[in-house]
């Protein structure tokens, strides 16, 4: 199993950036989909979720509006879309998959935020 993360970098205020993950090793289309973040000194915390068909997404209210999250199943890989970034959005983000009991974490791809 493998999620790899990509896309991360360095990104003004108000800019954008994409993260994608590339998902092998298990039936990607059966998983609900989840990207966390973990800022330094901080605890790891949930930034969005998708469901395994891509119908029903979910946001932390820190990124509601901002962010979007969305899946291609043919592809097996699920991206983050940022805008409108804030400095407090630098971080390492992670990518998640979860089905039952079994879940799986991605390595991370850091974040930065700044002028």
């Known amino acids: 199993v493998q999620l790899v993360e990509s896309g991360g970098g360095l990104v003004q205020p108000g800019g954008s950036l994409r993260l994608s993950c590339a998902a092998s090793?298990?039936?990607?289309?059966?998983?609900?989909m989840s990207w966390y973040r973990q800022a330094p000194g901080k605890e790891r915390e949930l930034v969005a979720t998708?469901?395994?068909?891509?119908?029903?997404?979910n946001y932390a209210n820190s990124v509601k509006g901002r962010f979007t999250i969305s899946r291609d199943n043919a592809k097996n890989t699920v991206f983050l879309q940022m805008s409108s970034a804030k400095p407090e959005d630098t971080a390492v983000y992670y990518c998640?998959?979860?089905?039952?009991?079994?879940?799986?974490w991605g390595q991370g791809t850091q974040v930065t935020v700044s002028s």
């Open positions: 998640y998959a979860r089905r039952g009991y079994y879940d799986y």
């Open positions: 090793g298990f039936t990607f289309s059966s998983y609900a």
């Open positions: 998708i469901g395994s068909a891509g119908g029903t997404t």
